[in-house]
């Protein structure tokens, strides 16, 4: 069940009204929201909700057993929780591996069997990939590893911990929501509250305007454009750009609509995007985008590899390794192995460039004068441009598309046709209106940004509707589903 | 709080409320007019609907000049299609082609409605000898073809009309007047201004009708189909083809091919054509299904097989007033595949569909030669 289908539009009234009319029970709220996820997940294939299922099972029992153990403190008793541990990991991680990279892995050793002239005939499995799988495999295993870290306890009852697995809103494309955020809210209870309801209505409005409006709209223009062979360097370009704001509306749309939804029902999950695409460098750019994966990346992934803590060399190490995992985590092809590594090249180079001072550099941006202005805006236009060349190794289907698409750029090939800006401003141009209106205010919602009229808000509003509504594109699948 | 403050809080809130909602309003039927402005030129203030395509005179409902309405144009005579003039070039044989939005043009793209390509397959066989003049329009039933062959059509001194009727009319609840009565128009004289019709309403629809499931919109309609027939006795429903509608389809269809013979013209008879001619073969029965749904809205009384079942008996009608008054007939049922390629909806034609229709009508005037 996707967001922008028409069985939402029913099925979230039916769970939300359902839902408050059992206020006075959180466990029955909790039971009713459990089917309600269950249905929605199902919808799909009902078939790999026993994987759901069975992850949840898992790290359930392995959870408790872990914190139980917490008492015991000699060598044996931490043997016996990192065995756990490596129970849950292999259980999650298998899971993963088995369905997303079994047939990347074999195809790949195949490949590098003839490189060295030894014809191999690769055992491919004809499977589909369950929806959602990274997002609740990563949220699955955050749990474990955050009860064995002895950061939080278990969750009380199956129920819950149920409920957190396979909370419906952030299921099958996240936010990569953290136990130790949301498992408490699930055990409490929820109390109605009217700026949270309408909060939540708008981030669903919002989300649905960038999924439908902007990036449905602009697929079939980068479609063509990577489809074309001979298309200009300025085409390219275009089609790059188009791709960008595709995949930032598409992902932060899907992210908006979650915490909508999960607003609605008296939950706060967390923001997903910060308005990346303003980024001055590339870890400010990880700070912004996609942070429910990139901080999950940070705690479980490169702290783990000994972070910054051992040297330069091995801090670089530690980054470019956590990108390229990142990368894998999109999906199993080589351009997204490219894309991570050339994340983790941007982050090493500016790490290098910025003499470790990256963190702190991007923090101190109050000052207003026009000349740091400038300076910042350069900066964003800079990075973005990197940025976007990632996005060409991201969404090229091979190294030949993308190399030859890149020729054709910084050779500036073919003709130059202005009339092809229109489209990505008739479809880019209101969202950037609205979030630089957003990022000046420093709010999240437009009809929180008191420094406009009511009644022009009111009609900005009337005109987002009209656009989404009467100018949205035909239906299509979230891009961040097949990850 | 004070019950004198709480009542201006109450009140305040509902003024922004109010405020908000009109603004709201406001900004979307403004897009709405906005948009279509970009669009399709059309104003931003006043009317803005396919009534706007037509108007009326003393006697008949005919074209408005020069009008438009998204993508359908009139030409400065009041007709569908590129501009002309009222007396033929010489050495031309002009063919007026006459019926209802199966001939005027509904879903096709522009320029491609059949008459549009006939012009163009006729242009390509026989270079500069035909001129097509699309003198069809939405809703014009057989009693409205009588007064505007002699009043629309007659001035255009065309040597052949092709006629399409659309039997579907003789179905409706209640019947086609024996003669034609103007009916009043929305927008006639001119369009009216001032009348608060939103634009974004009738845009919604459409859109409603794509997001909401097909299965799910012919449920409903069957629903409330259902409701219609229930409050009526049982014989209300025809099971057969009501003969009395037939008999006055022929009257009326004889009383037009008399007209158009009396313009000194040659009727060339069309026999009508839909989807459902592949009615039970393998496949077939949702999509007949959902077209019967749909189309059983606008025929409350006609059972399924009288829905199918009132073309054949009209295209009887339409031979045997050939064979009467020796008005050549071209067989337009079986003439275009009856699928969903040809078909957009149960009766009118795809870009496809319209394109075979053109060709067979083509072949036909070849065969008839210069009239």
Same mark, same amino acid.
């Given at each position: 069940?996707?967001?922008?289908?028409?069985?939402?539009?029913?099925?979230?009234?039916?769970?939300?009204?359902?839902?408050?009319?059992?206020?006075?029970?959180?466990?029955?709220?909790?039971?009713?929201?459990?089917?309600?996820?269950?249905?929605?997940?199902?919808?799909?294939?009902?078939?790999?909700?026993?994987?759901?299922?069975?992850?949840?099972?898992?790290?359930?029992?392995?959870?408790?057993?872990?914190?139980?153990?917490?008492?015991?403190?000699?060598?044996?008793?931490?043997?016996?929780?990192?065995?756990?541990?490596?129970?849950?990991?292999?259980?999650?991680?298998?899971?993963?591996?088995?369905? !997303?990279?079994?047939?990347?892995?074999?195809?790949?050793?195949?490949?590098?069997?003839?490189?060295?002239?030894?014809?191999?005939?690769?055992?491919?499995?004809?499977?589909?990939?369950?929806?959602?799988?990274?997002?609740?495999?990563?949220?699955?295993?955050?749990?474990?590893?955050?009860?064995?870290?002895?950061?939080?306890?278990?969750? !009380?009852?199956?129920?819950?911990?149920?409920?957190?697995?396979?909370?419906?809103?952030?299921?099958?494309?996240?936010?990569?929501?953290?136990?130790?955020?949301?498992?408490?809210?699930?055990?409490?209870?929820?109390?109605?509250?009217?700026?949270?309801?309408?909060?939540?209505?708008?981030?669903?409005?919002?989300?649905?305007?960038?999924?439908?409006?902007?990036?449905?709209?602009?697929?079939?223009?980068?479609?063509?454009?990577?489809?074309?062979?001979?298309?200009?360097?300025?085409?390219?370009?275009?089609?790059?750009?188009?791709?960008?704001?595709?995949?930032?509306?598409?992902?932060?749309?899907?992210?908006?609509?979650?915490?909508?939804?999960? !607003?609605?029902?008296?939950?706060?999950?967390?923001?997903?995007?910060?308005?990346?695409?303003?980024?001055?460098?590339?870890?400010?750019?990880?700070?912004?985008?996609?942070?429910?994966?990139?901080?999950?990346?940070?705690?479980?992934?490169?702290?783990?590899?000994?972070?910054?803590?051992?040297?330069?060399?091995?801090?670089?190490?530690?980054?470019?390794?956590?990108?390229?995992?990142?990368?894998?985590?999109?999906?199993?092809?080589?351009?997204?192995?490219?894309?991570?590594?050339?994340?983790?090249?941007?982050?090493?180079?500016?790490?290098?460039?910025?003499?470790?001072?990256?963190? %702190?550099?991007?923090? !101190?941006?109050? %000052?207003?004068?026009?000349?740091?202005?400038?300076?910042?805006?350069?900066?964003?236009?800079?990075?973005?441009?990197?940025?976007?060349?990632?996005?060409?190794?991201?969404? %090229?289907?091979?190294?030949?598309?993308?190399?030859?698409?890149?020729?054709?750029?910084?050779?500036?090939?073919?003709?130059?046709?202005?009339?092809?800006?229109?489209?990505?401003?008739?479809?880019?141009?209101?969202?950037?209106?609205?979030?630089?209106?957003?990022?000046?205010?420093?709010?999240?919602?437009?009809?929180?940004?008191?420094?406009?009229?009511?009644?022009?808000?009111?009609?900005?509003?009337?005109?987002?509707?009209?656009?989404?509504?009467?100018?949205?594109?035909?239906?299509?699948?979230?891009?961040?589903?097949?990850? | 709080?004070?019950?004198?403050?709480?009542?201006?809080?109450?009140?305040?809130?509902?003024?922004?409320?109010?405020?908000?909602?009109?603004?709201?309003?406001?900004?979307?039927?403004?897009?709405?007019?906005?948009?279509?402005?970009?669009?399709?030129?059309?104003?931003?203030?006043?009317?803005?609907?396919?009534?706007?395509?037509?108007?009326?005179?003393?006697?008949?409902?005919?074209?408005?000049?020069?009008?438009?309405?998204?993508?359908?144009?009139?030409?400065?005579?009041?007709?569908?299609?590129?501009?002309?003039?009222?007396? &033929?070039?010489?050495?031309?044989?002009?063919?007026?082609?006459?019926?209802?939005?199966?001939?005027?043009?509904?879903?096709?793209?522009?320029?491609?409605?059949?008459?549009?390509?006939?012009?163009?397959?006729?242009?390509?066989?026989?270079?500069?000898?035909?001129?097509?003049?699309?003198?069809?329009? &939405?809703?014009?039933?057989?009693?409205?073809?009588?007064?505007?062959?002699?009043?629309?059509?007659?001035?255009?001194? &065309?040597?052949? /009309?092709?006629?399409?009727?659309?039997?579907?009319?003789?179905?409706?609840?209640?019947?086609?007047?024996?003669?034609?009565?103007?009916?009043?128009?929305?927008?006639?004289?001119?369009?009216?201004?001032? /009348?608060?019709?939103?634009?974004?309403?009738?845009?919604?629809?459409?859109?409603?009708?794509? /997001?909401?499931?097909?299965?799910?919109?012919?449920?409903?309609?069957?629903?409330?189909?259902?409701?219609?027939?229930?409050?009526?006795?049982?014989?209300?429903?025809?099971?057969?083809?009501?003969?009395?509608?037939?008999?006055?389809?022929?009257?009326?269809?004889?009383? /037009?091919?008399?007209?158009?013979?009396?313009?000194?013209?040659?009727?060339?008879?069309?026999?009508?054509?839909?989807?459902?001619?592949?009615?039970?073969?393998?496949?077939?029965?949702?999509?007949?299904?959902?077209?019967?749904?749909?189309?059983?809205?606008?025929?409350?009384?006609?059972?399924?097989?009288?829905?199918?079942?009132?073309?054949?008996?009209?295209?009887?009608?339409?031979?045997?007033?050939?064979?009467?008054?020796?008005?050549?007939?071209?067989?337009?049922?079986?003439?275009?595949?009856?699928?969903?390629?040809?078909?957009?909806?149960?009766?009118?034609?795809?870009?496809?569909?319209?394109?075979?229709?053109?060709?067979?009508?083509?072949?036909?005037?070849?065969?008839?030669?210069?009239?």
């Amino acid at each position: 069940m996707a967001f922008n289908s028409f069985v939402f539009a029913v099925f979230l009234p039916l769970v939300i009204g359902l839902y408050w009319l059992m206020r006075r029970s959180t466990v029955a709220q909790n039971w009713m929201l459990l089917v309600a996820s269950y249905v929605f997940y199902g919808w799909w294939d009902w078939r790999f909700l026993t994987l759901l299922f069975a992850s949840t099972l898992v790290d359930h029992a392995v959870a408790i057993k872990i914190h139980g153990s917490h008492a015991d403190q000699t060598p044996a008793g931490a043997k016996r929780r990192r065995a756990l541990l490596s129970l849950s990991l292999i259980t999650n991680l298998g899971m993963l591996g088995f369905f !997303k990279y079994f047939n990347f892995f074999a195809g790949s050793m195949a490949a590098l069997l003839a490189s060295v002239g030894i014809e191999a005939d690769p055992f491919y499995l004809d499977i589909v990939l369950p929806v959602g799988i990274s997002f609740y495999s990563f949220q699955t295993l955050s749990y474990t590893i955050d009860v064995y870290r002895g950061e939080m306890p278990p969750a !009380k009852t199956f129920r819950d911990f149920a409920l957190y697995v396979a909370f419906f809103p952030q299921l099958v494309a996240g936010p990569i929501e953290r136990a130790v955020a949301l498992v408490p809210q699930i055990e409490r209870a929820r109390r109605f509250d009217r700026l949270r309801f309408t909060d939540g209505l708008h981030l669903i409005f919002w989300g649905l305007f960038k999924k439908i409006y902007v990036a449905d709209n602009l697929a079939p223009f980068v479609n063509a454009t990577f489809a074309n062979s001979n298309a200009s360097g300025f085409e390219v370009l275009l089609g790059i750009y188009g791709f960008a704001f595709q995949i930032y509306c598409d992902f932060s749309g899907y992210s908006d609509v979650a915490r909508g939804c999960s !607003k609605l029902m008296g939950f706060e999950l967390m923001r997903n995007f910060a308005f990346p695409y303003v980024s001055v460098n590339p870890s400010d750019f990880w700070r912004r985008g996609h942070i429910s994966l990139s901080t999950w990346l940070r705690d479980y992934l490169y702290v783990p590899l000994g972070g910054n803590r051992h040297g330069t060399w091995k801090t670089y190490r530690n980054l470019s390794l956590t990108m390229l995992l990142g990368g894998l985590w999109h999906g199993a092809t080589w351009m997204f192995v490219i894309w991570g590594a050339y994340q983790g090249l941007l982050l090493v180079v500016h790490r290098l460039a910025t003499h470790g001072r990256a963190a %702190a550099a991007s923090v !101190k941006e109050a %000052a207003t004068t026009p000349a740091v202005l400038l300076w910042r805006v350069a900066r964003v236009v800079v990075m973005f441009q990197f940025v976007c060349i990632g996005w060409l190794f991201f969404r %090229a289907e091979s190294v030949s598309q993308a190399g030859s698409m890149l020729a054709r750029l910084l050779t500036w090939s073919g003709s130059t046709d202005i009339g092809l800006v229109m489209p990505l401003l008739t479809f880019v141009g209101p969202l950037v209106l609205v979030e630089a209106l957003l990022g000046l205010a420093r709010r999240e919602a437009l009809y929180h940004v008191d420094r406009v009229p009511g009644i022009l808000r009111a009609a900005a509003y009337g005109v987002l509707f009209y656009l989404t509504a009467f100018h949205g594109a035909a239906s299509q699948s979230f891009i961040y589903f097949q990850f | 709080m004070t019950s004198s403050s709480l009542d201006r809080s109450v009140f305040s809130l509902l003024r922004d409320w109010t405020l908000w909602i009109a603004a709201f309003v406001f900004a979307v039927e403004a897009s709405a007019r906005i948009d279509d402005r970009l669009n399709w030129g059309a104003p931003l203030v006043g009317t803005y609907s396919n009534e706007t395509l037509v108007t009326r005179d003393s006697v008949i409902i005919r074209g408005r000049p020069g009008a438009q309405y998204e993508k359908w144009k009139m030409n400065s005579l009041g007709f569908r299609g590129p501009e002309t003039t009222v007396a &033929p070039a010489p050495g031309i044989t002009r063919i007026a082609v006459l019926g209802a939005s199966e001939t005027f043009g509904l879903h096709e793209s522009e320029g491609r409605e059949y008459p549009a390509r006939l012009q163009q397959v006729l242009d390509s066989l026989a270079p500069g000898r035909y001129e097509i003049v699309n003198v069809g329009l &939405p809703g014009m039933s057989p009693s409205a073809m009588l007064p505007y062959v002699e009043h629309a059509v007659r001035p255009l001194a &065309p040597s052949m /009309v092709i006629v399409y009727p659309s039997p579907s009319f003789f179905l409706e609840t209640v019947p086609p007047p024996e003669r034609f009565v103007l009916p009043r128009l929305r927008t006639t004289p001119e369009p009216v201004v001032g /009348v608060p019709t939103l634009r974004s309403v009738a845009k919604a629809k459409n859109v409603i009708k794509r /997001v909401v499931p097909s299965g799910l919109q012919v449920a409903v309609r069957e629903w409330g189909l259902a409701r219609t027939r229930a409050a009526q006795p049982a014989d209300w429903i025809w099971q057969q083809v009501p003969p009395d509608r037939v008999a006055l389809f022929e009257r009326q269809m004889r009383d /037009v091919v008399v007209a158009i013979k009396g313009i000194g013209a040659t009727p060339l008879l069309v026999t009508h054509t839909n989807r459902m001619l592949t009615r039970g073969a393998p496949g077939t029965a949702l999509d007949h299904q959902q077209l019967l749904g749909v189309t059983a809205l606008y025929y409350p009384r006609a059972s399924e097989s009288v829905m199918v079942g009132i073309d054949s008996a009209a295209n009887d009608v339409l031979r045997r007033l050939g064979a009467e008054h020796e008005a050549p007939v071209a067989e337009g049922m079986g003439g275009v595949p009856s699928d969903s390629l040809h078909f957009a909806d149960y009766a009118h034609f795809t870009d496809r569909g319209a394109d075979t229709m053109a060709r067979m009508l083509a072949q036909r005037i070849l065969t008839l030669g210069p009239q």
